[in-house]
């Protein structure tokens, strides 16, 4: 038995789905969306209301001295709406406090060289 989830997809596209409470995933390219529905359920501990899948293909990359052509392997995202009220910590953007002063941000002291 294989595991149905591998990663939380964060991107800045993502996140912005995340805000408006669609949380997606890279998960196994053989699981359904049974599968895929329960193992979010279990691991992040919320109820998944509706799931889209996509099956994404690889794209060729140039690799090595040669530069020989190689495809990436095919990998399939997932979609998930969960029940009002919940969210993933994941996806989460934490707001950093003040940024800290730096050297450059110093003003050069007044009569000073």
């Known amino acids: 038995m294989t595991q149905a989830l591998t990663r939380p997809l964060i991107t800045e596209k993502t996140l912005t789905y995340a805000a408006r409470g669609?949380?997606?995933?890279?998960?196994?390219?053989?699981?359904?969306?049974?599968?895929?529905?329960?193992?979010?359920?279990?691991?992040?501990?919320?109820?998944?209301?509706?799931?889209?899948?996509?099956?994404?293909h690889g794209?060729?990359?140039?690799?090595?001295?040669?530069?020989?052509?190689?495809?990436?392997?095919?990998?399939k995202k997932a979609m998930v709406k969960l029940a009002k009220g919940q969210t993933i910590d994941a996806f989460e953007v934490t707001t950093s406090e003040a940024p800290k002063e730096t050297k450059m941000d110093k003003k050069p002291a007044e009569g000073g060289k």
Do not use: L, P
């Open 22 to 56: 669609w949380y997606t995933f890279v998960v196994n390219i053989e699981s359904d969306k049974k599968k895929i529905a329960t193992a979010i359920s279990k691991y992040y501990k919320v109820t998944v209301t509706d799931i889209r899948t996509a099956t994404m």
């Open 59 to 75: 794209k060729m990359r140039r690799t090595g001295k040669r530069q020989t052509h190689v495809k990436k392997s095919d990998w």
